[in-house]
């Protein structure tokens, strides 16, 4: 299962190749995602962002781009279908919807959207992080009952990952509670929370780089999610890999074992089959 593979604007090969190539690697469950905010960006940054990343122009800018990028997205699932499932998927960053919240979004959007994945940042170690995401959360879950989609809350404790692994700012609250998230705000999240179409990532791409190169801080966001799970969470799994080919290859078993986590914590599988069964079976 990989439900975070960059596959729209960000693609720097051919979309057909890198199916086939998920494929034979092991995948079976596939969400192709692209960033949301790609599309909206202004004629003369759009370009000067594809000229500055080297890639080619996968799809225009805007709703026509994201309705071909969807387009292709369906004709991977008819063509992959009885072999791999493959879903829709877009991520969406919270802090660029604004007070209109989800209703800032072209209703094309949702228009053939299988998953719905929210990036909300905070930071762990400061006061009101679990509050915030918390209320998030409850607001993707909302959304996904309206719109019959299933969510997804990306690599919740990224921000805070980012912070201690790049900038070394660890603070000695964390390194105590050997915690990336301070109990207080992971109780201020979890506290009664329950989730009907919403679940966390636990991403490939953040686990790979830390349990390589900084076990501790591996450590600390593994007692994380033994916390979500203690309190009746459950779990989505994707490489968020962006460009091809990966650096570092997606075989999670072993580190999600080490976090606590069995093939039972993930239960966007059974929201995947019986959508899947539902939609396109």
């Known amino acids: 299962m990989d439900l975070h593979l960059h596959a729209g604007l960000e693609r720097n090969v051919d979309l057909d190749y890198l199916v086939e190539w998920a494929v034979l690697d092991g995948r079976r469950v596939l969400a192709l995602i692209d960033h949301d905010f790609l599309y909206w960006r202004e004629p003369r940054e759009f370009e000067a962002w594809l000229r500055r990343e080297r890639l080619t122009r996968n799809y225009p800018r ?38 209109k919240g989800f209703r800032a979004l ?69 390194l105590k509670a050997n915690s990336i998230y ?17 679940f966390i990532e636990v991403n490939w791409s953040i686990i790979a780089r830390i349990y390589r190169d900084y076990y501790r ?28 080919p990966p650096s570092i290859p997606y075989r999670p078993d072993g580190p999600y074992r080490e976090m606590g986590l069995s093939p039972e914590d993930f239960g966007i599988v059974e929201a995947l089959e019986e959508r899947y069964s539902r939609l396109y079976g």
């Not at 991977?76 to 919270?94: C, D, L, P, T, Y």
């Not at 929210?118 to 719109?147: F, H, M, S």
């Not at 301070?182 to 919403?198: I, M, Q, S, W, Y």
């Open 62 to 99: 805007g709703v026509e781009g994201l309705k071909k990028f969807y387009s292709d997205v369906a004709r991977q699932r008819e063509r992959w279908h009885g072999e791999v499932m493959i879903f829709q998927a877009i991520e969406v960053f919270n802090e660029r919807l604004g007070p």
């Open 182 to 198: 301070l109990p207080e705000e992971l109780a201020a999240f979890t506290d009664g929370l329950k989730l009907e179409r919403v």
């Open 106 to 174: 072209p209703n094309e959007v949702f228009d053939g959207l299988d998953i719905f994945a929210l990036e909300v940042r905070t930071y762990g170690d400061q006061p009101g992080a679990g509050t915030l995401l918390r209320e998030w959360t409850l607001k993707l879950e909302e959304l996904c009952k309206e719109k019959d989609l299933i969510g997804v809350i990306c690599h919740p404790f990224m921000y805070t990952v980012e912070k201690f692994y790049r900038r070394g700012e660890i603070s000695r609250a964390n």
């Open 217 to 244: 801080l591996f450590e600390m966001v593994a007692n994380a999610f033994k916390v979500l799970k203690d309190a009746g969470l459950s779990f989505s799994l994707g490489s968020d890999l962006h460009k091809f």
